[in-house]
């Protein structure tokens, strides 16, 4: 692709102003090969790079590789050929709303293990609120990347 449609391609995306271009430099980002729609997952094969004219705020709020994108999901429809917003992917959940999941509490020794309930989607390292089914309590817990959660003192 040559410079002059490089330029089109990120006047048509309105990704840079004139004054941006002086401070601007022609990179490789990852555009989707096909439209991937919301809550499709992601895998790496649906990614191809094309150029484009970035500039520092570019490189802070797009995608500027596909590592790691296998874990993710689409939040938005992603069109072909377009670079990728990062607030238009996110992790995928480790642990899901509603669907029960082994917690663990250990501290001192003494290590108690149940179920609880999120209230909320939650990736590996995140801390969600979760309900005790039994008793209706509300808490926080941690998720860890199994989908487990840890409450508590650990």
Do not use: C, H, W
């Amino acid at each position: 692709m040559g410079r002059i449609a490089v330029i089109s391609a990120v006047a048509a995306l309105g990704l840079l102003l004139p004054a941006q271009l002086a401070m601007a430099e022609v990179m490789p980002l990852p555009v989707p090969v096909r439209t991937i729609y919301p809550n499709d997952e992601l895998q790496d094969g649906d990614f191809a790079t094309k150029e484009f004219i970035v500039n520092e705020s570019i490189k802070r709020n797009y995608l500027l590789d596909t590592e790691g994108v296998g874990k993710s999901v689409a939040l938005r429809v992603l069109p072909a050929g377009k670079p990728v917003m990062l607030r238009a992917i996110k992790r995928k959940a480790d642990a899901r709303k509603g669907q029960a999941a082994i917690a663990r509490y250990a501290e001192g020794g003494i290590e108690i293990q149940g179920f609880l309930v999120p209230e909320q989607d939650g990736s590996a390292g995140e801390v969600i609120k979760v309900k005790n089914p039994q008793t209706g309590v509300t808490l926080l817990a941690k998720v860890k990347a199994d989908g487990s959660l840890s409450v508590g003192g650990n």
